[in-house]
T-cell receptor, first 111, second 114 residues
């Protein structure tokens, strides 16, 4: 079993829809959770990070962590075609050098 | 400000040749990371540097892979006697220091071994 599991998609939704992207993890020691966005032929860019359970909001993006279920989500409201990208979740195992990345979910927003 | 830069952006090489990939981290970032990303796969950790030292080389897939960092800045990843399975995107990232989780990535070098 991988430490971090992420549905690869692709996920295709119409513009304006609410998108839900998810990861599950197996290591209860994970305490810090990040979401990266990667456009085609570009490097990943950090989108959001959170330490704690609950929700963290940043504009149209909300990161949600449920440590009891070992489940994290990224919600995108009012999705735009420019949100079309691959989204990767990431968690440090014990140090910054040991970050485990999900395999990414490819998202496509249809105009 | 300037982000992480990598060169070349694309590299096509013949099997058995050596290649060098370069990374210029964000100025002032002391930690530098190399990852490999194959099609449809997540990021595979290769090596990280704190300053010029590489405390963790555990991800290097074979002794054909090596990396160095000089002046606490530029890093070079070298692959000797390239194989077709080395074809991938090689990503470099930097962070403020080894204790900072947020890493900033370069655009990557797409390596194709024919």
């Amino acid at each position: 079993q991988k430490e971090v599991e992420q549905d690869p998609g692709p996920l295709s939704v119409p513009e304006g829809a609410i998108v839900s992207l998810n990861c599950t993890y197996s290591n209860s020691a994970f305490q810090y959770f990040m979401w990266y966005r990667q456009y085609s032929r570009k490097g990943p860019e950090l989108l959001m990070y959170t330490y704690s359970s609950g929700n963290k909001e940043d504009g149209r993006f909300t990161a949600q962590v449920d440590k009891s279920s070992k489940y994290i989500s990224l919600f995108i409201r009012d999705s735009q075609p420019s949100d079309s990208a691959t989204y990767l979740c990431a968690m440090p195992r014990s140090s910054a050098s040991k970050i485990i990345f999900g395999s990414g979910t490819r998202l496509s927003i249809r105009p | 400000g300037a982000g992480v830069s990598q060169s070349p952006s694309n590299k096509v090489t013949e099997k058995g040749k050596d290649v060098e990939l370069r990374c210029d981290p964000i100025s002032g970032h002391t930690a530098l990371y190399w990852y490999r990303q194959s099609l449809g796969q997540g990021l595979e950790f290769l090596i990280y540097f704190q300053g010029n030292s590489a405390p963790d080389k555990s991800g290097l897939p074979s002794d054909r892979f090596s990396a160095e960092r000089t002046g606490g800045s530029v890093s070079t990843l070298t692959i000797q006697r390239t194989q077709q399975e080395d074809s991938a995107v090689y990503l470099c990232a930097s962070s403020l220091d080894e204790g900072t989780y947020e890493q900033y990535f370069g655009p990557g070098t797409r390596l194709t071994v024919t």
